[in-house]
DNA sequence: CGGGTGACTTCCC
DNA sequence: GGGGAAGCCACCC
């Protein structure tokens, strides 16, 4: 399930970002967005997980990461309105179903 | 197997 | 939009 996640955030394209929510939906384990952090976080640095925000686009994380995380996406040219990500924008909508 | 935890989400005030 | 509460799922002890 490690796999079905890093498969699912591996197709977010640079400059897009993905929920929680909607990676743990598309890696077939919809409701455990929980679990999605949680593989995030095992695999950091394997994958870009700063691609990856809560629900509305808001950085969930916390500390030092979470401001790297708006780092790396700037730097990926995704918008920021306040403290969130211009979601009409830059979410990624992964293959329906 | 029971209990606690968290980078979640959604609903309600 | 902010704060609180409940529901959810996998992991660890």
Redesign the pocket.
Same mark, same amino acid.
């Given at each position: 399930?490690?796999t079905a996640i890093h498969k699912a955030v591996a197709k977010i394209p640079k400059g897009k970002v993905a929920?929680?929510?909607?990676v @743990?939906r598309a890696a077939g384990?919809? &409701?455990? @967005?929980?679990? !999605?952090?949680?593989a995030?976080?095992? @695999?950091?640095g394997r994958l870009p997980?700063?691609r !990856?925000?809560? @629900?509305?686009g808001?950085?969930?994380?916390?500390g030092e990461? &979470?401001m790297e995380?708006r780092i790396r996406l700037e730097a990926e040219g995704v918008e920021f309105r &306040? &403290?969130?990500v211009r979601m009409d924008r830059h979410e990624f909508k992964f293959r329906a179903r």
């Open positions: 399930m490690f929920t929680y929510g909607a @743990a384990l919809e &409701g455990a @967005a929980r679990q !999605v952090a949680w995030l976080r095992g @695999a950091n997980w700063h !990856v925000l809560g @629900a509305g808001k950085i969930l994380l916390t990461s &979470g995380q &306040g &403290g969130r």
